[in-house]
């Protein structure tokens, strides 16, 4: 199946409302335990001195896991959508004393805007979302310190359109219109395996493991022994 991405910051409020109500605990929860399990075979998993990024952040779901299973730890959550923000800074609001070292930051990459040398570089798929893979590599080096830590997470595109239409009937049937049409709209934008191979390659991001986990996904990791980025 040929790549089609088409912009997808999810500005409209209603939109954004609907996916925030959408209850992806199952797979924020596994995305947590992916990062822990990283984070303790690196010898980092008690949190000291942890500082984390989540890129495409969303309305937060994600990055309140972070802070809440690193209370020490700084996290920032990046997206681009007013409208995500919105619903994240709401969350926060609401729950100020375990969230005391999170905050959000609005910005569209690629952006010069991007501070911070951190510790931890996650996201949730994100990486689909952009007409150029490169922007994303490219801000991924721009937020690490040495001996960075980086977990990435992301669809894979299906080989066809049948392929496609199993998936979203599997993983989104129950789901409002606008989220399964963005479902499938994500699914048609993902990248294979071998592309995001070629797109580490490219951006001279060496010694990261590529792997196809479910039907579905794709993780991009630090290799179990710490080591720096070149």
Not at 88 to 105: D, K
């Amino acid at each position: 199946m040929e790549r089609r991405c088409e912009p997808e910051l999810m500005e409209e409020a209603l939109q954004a409302e609907a996916y925030a109500a959408a209850d992806f605990s199952g797979s924020d929860q596994a995305v947590l335990d992916r990062i822990e399990a990283l984070l303790a075979a690196r010898g980092e998993g008690d949190g000291e001195g942890l500082s984390f990024v989540d890129l495409g952040c969303g309305p937060g779901n994600i990055t309140f896991l972070l802070a809440r299973r690193w209370p020490e730890a700084s996290v920032v959550g990046i997206d681009g959508s007013a409208a995500m923000l919105a619903i994240a800074e709401r969350r926060r609001r609401a729950n100020p004393a375990s969230t005391r070292r999170l905050q959000f930051r609005q910005l569209v990459l690629p952006s010069p805007q991007l501070e911070g040398r951190f510790s931890a570089v996650v996201s949730n798929s994100l990486l689909h979302h952009l007409h150029d893979p490169g922007v994303f590599w490219q801000s991924v080096r721009q937020l690490s310190a040495p001996g960075m830590s980086l977990y990435v997470r992301d669809l894979r595109r299906p080989a066809n359109d049948t392929e496609l239409e199993a998936l979203v009937h599997r993983h989104a049937a129950s789901a409002p219109e606008v989220l399964r049409r963005d479902y499938a709209h994500s699914l048609r934008a993902a990248f294979t395996c071998a592309e995001v191979v070629g797109q580490l390659e490219a951006a001279g991001l060496e010694g990261l493991q590529v792997l196809e986990v479910d039907d579905r996904y794709l993780e991009i990791q630090s290799p179990s022994l710490p080591g720096r980025l070149s």
